[in-house]
């Protein structure tokens, strides 16, 4: 299985990633990137380091996922690496932490379990069958290598596995599900009448007379906040790009597409016999013959090997090994590979760990890279730098010019740049790059509002930075009735609606004191009226906010009324009328079942949450 992870980061899809990610960081002066190396880890974790790539492909995964869940809607600030990147960071250490455990417990992922789950995603088929070029197109469209999608399959696998063990050790005992029920299995009956939300919207009426009396009583109350209209320069990435010479580009993909020839890759798989410390040669030569005969039978491969391989490791894969490229054996059975066909076994092969039966499980083709299908993401990543390395060596001038200017004109005329100037933006509420509430922020300053300066380079996200000056301050104004009617009307209806129902239910309270029982007050109010006898938290016919207020009140002396406004506006004036204590006898055989599986679950978060949180404290990280 490890020779399949090595083998795939041959392919071209892996390829291309590194050389993007390098061609990328030489825009800013690397020469190079080399992945895990020493001095680059963003972090450490008992010695396997984290390194700035990794971390940087999970905040892409991240925002992939945040841009899926918001669509159009989401906010820019969002998508900053800098807001992501400690959550990104403490998710790899945590699940570093995690991959250690399961790998300490010898805990693997088949390849034939990775298979049957890439085989089972429905966005992988087409008319109902797995697609390899479905396959390919999906995952690249989502960022990911095939590879690295197999790999991250397989560490999901065993950390399922983890789990899955330290859940095993959890158990609820009859006791503990017996006190469970006492809650779960307890029965209140319940009575409430519906007092309808168009009576009570009715009852909350505001007068336009009321609404312009409360605005005259004190215009100063309803007041617009400060707001600026600020010049501003705005510089990115992409008013750089520039077209890629021709010749450059070829020269280019000359020197690395040598990285992107894939040899041929094939799976294999082997069944290893290894002469014991006790066995004799004629023993162990009769094991090797009665192996031999068994293929040549055509007995089933894999379970031959689970039942005969020495190589334990493989042996429960049905003897897998993996990909080689012709490079990953030793030379004789790398020589018995090139000789045989997809299904093929060979003969005995003779090598330092014993005498190994091999059976070609697949071959996927080599691939020689083509430039026309390459050259427009070369010229893509070249563009890419040329203008990342132009946009940072501007944004230094601009600091430099911008700093002791007299506004911000000069610094653009130098930098034939472009001043522009904003809409009115305020502390809370701005447009465009002000929607930002880091450059609101400065904007609204000591240094920038009070004294009048250009404001430091801000870093945006999506590749932009921003400098910003004060063009014109506008002082905060009493805003016009026209303008706050609505709102001075929605608080006073609030505040009448609020004051009618708790009026209703003190009056409600009341007459029940006196003995008016609840059914006769709905019927002389012509309030619905609702009962529910043995109704429990879960599963009840209630609304499940009549049932947070009754499972909330007390039984006897001193109880009484309660209100809770429903999902539909409508208010429900709630009566207890008896409470029975649960018992697990009351309980169906299917009902103990669910809430023992329920219990169990709980049980094993909290245990889970302990391991995890063992394993953190017992860790070795640093991070930099």
């Known amino acids: 299985m490890m020779q399949s992870i090595r083998a795939g980061t041959q392919n071209t899809g892996f390829k291309l990633l590194i050389f993007m990610i390098i061609l990328s960081f030489a825009g800013f002066g690397l020469e190079q990137v080399i992945f895990g190396s020493s001095g680059t880890s963003v972090a450490e974790v008992n010695g396997t ?43 790899m250490i945590e699940r570093t932490v995690l991959l250690q455990a399961a790998t300490d417990n010898a805990m693997v992922a088949s390849s ?33 290598s095939p590879e690295r999608f197999r790999r991250e399959q397989a560490q ?17 005992t009859n006791t503990e599900l017996a006190a469970a029920a006492v809650a779960t299995a307890e029965e209140r009956d319940v009575r409430y009448l519906i007092v309808a939300n168009e009576l009570l919207r009715e009852s909350a009426e505001v007068s336009q007379e009321s609404v312009r009396e409360v605005y005259d009583r004190d215009p100063s109350r309803w007041t617009s906040e ?89 042996a429960a894969l049905g003897g897998e090994l993996g990909f080689t490229d012709g490079t990953v054996f030793p030379e004789p059975m790398e020589e018995a590979i090139s000789t045989l066909g997809v299904g093929d076994v060979s003969a005995g092969v003779e090598t330092d760990a014993g005498t190994h039966f091999i059976r070609i499980q697949e071959r996927v083709a080599g691939e020689t890279p083509d430039y026309e299908q390459l050259k427009a993401d070369l010229a893509k990543s070249m563009q890419e730098a040329e203008a990342e ?24 005329d130098a930098l034939s740049l472009t001043v522009a100037q904003s809409a009115p933006v305020s502390l809370s509420i701005g447009e465009g790059v002000f929607a930002e509430s880091a450059v609101r922020e400065t904007l609204f300053s000591e240094e920038v509002y009070e004294a009048g300066n250009n404001s430091a380079i801000l870093e945006l996200s999506g590749n932009r930075f921003v400098v ?28 009448a609606r609020v004051a009618a129902e708790l009026a209703l239910l003190e009056s409600l309270r009341s007459r029940r004191a006196d003995g008016e029982r609840l059914e006769e007050i709905a019927t002389a109010e012509d309030y619905e009226w609702r009962v529910e006898l043995g109704a429990r938290r879960i599963g009840s016919l209630l609304p499940a906010e ?39 006898e009351n309980l169906s055989s299917g009902e103990q079942t669910a809430m023992a599986e329920q219990l169990t679950q709980l049980q094993g978060q909290l245990s889970m949450l302990e391991y995890r949180t063992a394993l953190r404290d017992n860790a070795e990280i640093v991070t930099r």
């Open 49 to 91: 380091e984290i390194t700035p790539q990794e971390l940087q492909v999970a905040i892409e995964g991240q925002k992939r996922q945040l841009m899926q869940i918001f669509g159009d809607n989401i906010d820019p600030e969002m998508l900053d690496d800098d807001r992501i990147r400690p959550r990104a960071l403490e998710e």
């Open 112 to 144: 034939r379990a990775i298979g049957d789950i890439v085989g089972s995603i429905e966005a992988f088929k087409v008319d109902g069958a797995f697609n390899a070029d479905q396959y390919k197109v999906v995952l690249a469209n989502a960022g990911y």
């Open 156 to 172: 999901q696998i065993i950390l399922s596995q983890l789990q899955q063990g330290v859940l095993a050790s959890d158990f609820v």
């Open 226 to 314: 400060a707001s600026v209209v600020a010049d501003y320069i705005v510089v990115s990435r992409d008013d750089f790009l520039a077209p890629v010479d021709s010749d450059a580009l070829e020269e280019q993909f000359k020197s690395v597409q040598d990285e992107y020839t894939v040899a041929e890759q094939t799976l294999i798989a082997h069944i290893l016999l290894i002469q014991g410390d006790d066995e004799t040669v004629e023993t162990y030569t009769q094991r090797i013959d009665d192996v031999a005969s068994r293929v040549a039978a055509g007995e089933n491969f894999a379970d031959l090997a689970a039942e005969v391989s020495d190589d334990i490791g493989s």
């Open 389 to 412: 390395q132009t946009l940072l060596v501007t944004v230094d001038e601009l600091r430099e010019l911008s700093f002791n200017a007299a506004d911000l004109q000069q610094p653009a």
């Open 468 to 495: 910003v000056r004060v063009a014109e301050k506008r002082p905060a104004e009493i805003l016009p009735f026209s303008k706050v009617a609505n709102s001075i009307r929605g608080d006073l209806e609030t505040n």
């Open 546 to 584: 009549v049932v947070t207020v009754a499972f909330a009140m007390q039984e006897g002396a001193g109880a009484t009324l309660e209100s809770t406004t429903l999902v539909n506006g409508d208010l429900a004036i709630v009566e207890l009328a008896g409470i029975e204590q649960g018992q697990l």
